[in-house]
Each structure stands twice: as structure tokens, then as C-alpha cells.
């Protein structure tokens, strides 16, 4: 199983990213997958999940209505836009299979997202 982050950066509040997490090794149209972070001092935190088909969504309330989560079935990639970004929004992102709560089977490497000014 491989789960692979990229589309980190630098960038200054109000900016926007997008994340990619190509996968390998596992069915990724039938799997559950999840977005977390980690910011600096803190512990792993769920930031948002999908369903296998995509129509379900999930969305840690700080995130709500700035993040997007998606995903391509026939690239076996799971993704993650972020809009108006806030300095807390500061972490390594990591994409993840099976997760319950923060403890999850599989987890990526992870991708740093910095955001300042």
C-alpha cells in the first residue's frame, strides 16, 4: 500500500492550495478515505473525509466552507483545496485509509503546508 502527498507550500492568509495523494496497492474506488494534519506541538487531527463514491463528506468545523475534498476513482487519487488559509492552518497534511478516529491503518508521508505572511 502506498499513499503518496503532494502540492505543499508556503503561502501567504487568504491563499489557496491543492493537495493530491495518488495511491497504490489497495482498491482505492471501494475505500473510505481521510484527510488529517499535524501542526507543529500538536496531535494528528482529522480534517476532513469522503466515501468511496464521493457523495459523502466530512468537514472538521474549522475547516467547513474553506476546505474541499475530492476525489478521481480512475486515477486512485483522493485531493484536498484549500481556500482562504489562515496562519493555523499551519501543519503537515496527510492523506489515510481505515482510519477510526486518528488511528488509521495507512497514512503517507504527508505534505507541509505553511501559511505566513
Known amino acids: 500500500v502506498h499513499l503518496v502527498e503532494s502540492g505543499g507550500g508556503l503561502v501567504q492568509p487568504g491563499k489557496s492550495l491543492k493537495l493530491s495523494c495518488v495511491t497504490s496497492?489497495?482498491?482505492?474506488?471501494?475505500?473510505?478515505m481521510y484527510w488529517l494534519r499535524q501542526a507543529p506541538g500538536k496531535g494528528l487531527e482529522r480534517v476532513s473525509d469522503?466515501?468511496?463514491?464521493?457523495?459523502?463528506?466530512y468537514y472538521e468545523p474549522s475547516v467547513k466552507g474553506r476546505f474541499i475534498i475530492s476525489r478521481d476513482n480512475a486515477k486512485n487519487t483522493l485531493y484536498l483545496q484549500l481556500h482562504s488559509l489562515k496562519t493555523e492552518d499551519t501543519a503537515v497534511y496527510y492523506c489515510?485509509?481505515?482510519?477510526?478516529?486518528?488511528?488509521?491503518?495507512?497514512r503517507g508521508q504527508g505534505t507541509q503546508v505553511t501559511v505566513s505572511s
Open positions: 489515510a485509509r481505515e482510519c477510526n478516529g486518528n488511528n488509521c491503518r495507512d
Open positions: 496497492g489497495f482498491t482505492f474506488s471501494n475505500t473510505w
Open positions: 469522503i466515501s468511496d463514491g464521493g457523495s459523502i463528506q
